[in-house]
Each structure stands twice: as structure tokens, then as C-alpha cells.
């Protein structure tokens, strides 16, 4: 296991040794999105759901979510986020799109923050909206960008 950062001496996962790592700005953008009936689609469009407005409460479900990441990731670093952005697109009738940008000065990305922020943004509308059609479907969630680090910039091709 010699080599690898993620291991201990022991061949076990450990939390990796970021403090010599030089602090940089970090950028991920992330995407997911959620497939529904035309019916919910609209309602949720229209702000008229049962539980209230779908939209403004995965929003704020998506930032926490983002906030919480090394709560509920083992290996993922706690970090400061200087931005959480969640922005919502309807390309065609029934899909929400769902796209995270996230942004830290910091000595490790946040890569884990934005998908997260994504994936839980999604699991709400799905829990605000199921009452009326169980058979959404959630995804793909994946990284479209992010900057930043000795990696550099990467961009999904």
C-alpha cells in the first residue's frame, strides 16, 4: 500500500494529510437531475405542491447538505465554503435540472461538496413530490467542472 496516501501503514483507510498542501481557490460545479410526471412538473413550476414550495426548500436542503458533507462522507475534510450556488433549468416537460457550484480557499477541493449539494437538492424534490408520482427517477449526478489544486482544471468532455 506504499504510495498511496489513503492508506495507513496498516493497509487501512485514514483521512489523508492535507496540512502541507498550499492553499488555493477551489471551484466544482456539479450536476444532477429529476425526471417526473407532467402533472408535478407543472405544480412544482407553479409553486402549487402540498409541502409548499418544492424549489426554495431543496435549495436550502441542497446548501446544508453541501455544508454537511464531512458529516456524511468519513474521508471527506470539513471546509469552510466561501460560495453554494443552486440554480434550477426545465429543458423539457417532466426533467429539472439541477447544477451546484461551490467554491473555498482551502487546501483540498470541493468536488464532494457540490455532488453532494446536487444529490441531496434532488432526494428533497423527490421527498416533496412523491406523494404525487413515486416513479421519478433521480440522475445521473456527476462533475461537470472544477478548478483549482495541483490537478488543475478539469472539465467533463
Known amino acids: 500500500m506504499e504510495g498511496f496516501t489513503h492508506f495507513n501503514k496498516q493497509g487501512r483507510a485514514n483521512m ?5 498542501k498550499q492553499e488555493t481557490g477551489r471551484t ?3 450536476f444532477s437531475q429529476v425526471k417526473m410526471n ?5 405544480a412544482v413550476q407553479e409553486g402549487n405542491m402540498k409541502k409548499g414550495d418544492v424549489l426554495a426548500v431543496a435549495q436550502t436542503a441542497g446548501i446544508m447538505g453541501g455544508k ?4 456524511l462522507i468519513p474521508m471527506c ?3 469552510m465554503l466561501t460560495k ?9 416537460t417532466g426533467l429539472i435540472e439541477i447544477y451546484v457550484t461551490v467554491k473555498t480557499k482551502g487546501s483540498t477541493g470541493v468536488e464532494m461538496e457540490a455532488l453532494t449539494a446536487a444529490s441531496v437538492t434532488g432526494l428533497t424534490i423527490y421527498d416533496m413530490c412523491k406523494a404525487m408520482d413515486k416513479g421519478m427517477e433521480l440522475g445521473p ?3 461537470l467542472e472544477k478548478e483549482g489544486g495541483k490537478s ?3 472539465q467533463r468532455g
Not at 16 to 20: L, Y
Not at 68 to 71: E, H, I, L, V
Open 68 to 71: 454537511k458533507t464531512s458529516d
Open 141 to 143: 449526478t456527476y462533475l
Open 38 to 42: 407532467e402533472e408535478v412538473w407543472a
Open 28 to 30: 466544482a460545479v456539479a
Open 77 to 79: 475534510h470539513p471546509l
Open 84 to 92: 453554494l450556488d443552486i440554480q434550477f433549468e426545465f429543458p423539457e
Open 16 to 20: 489523508v494529510d492535507i496540512s502541507e
Open 152 to 154: 488543475g482544471h478539469y
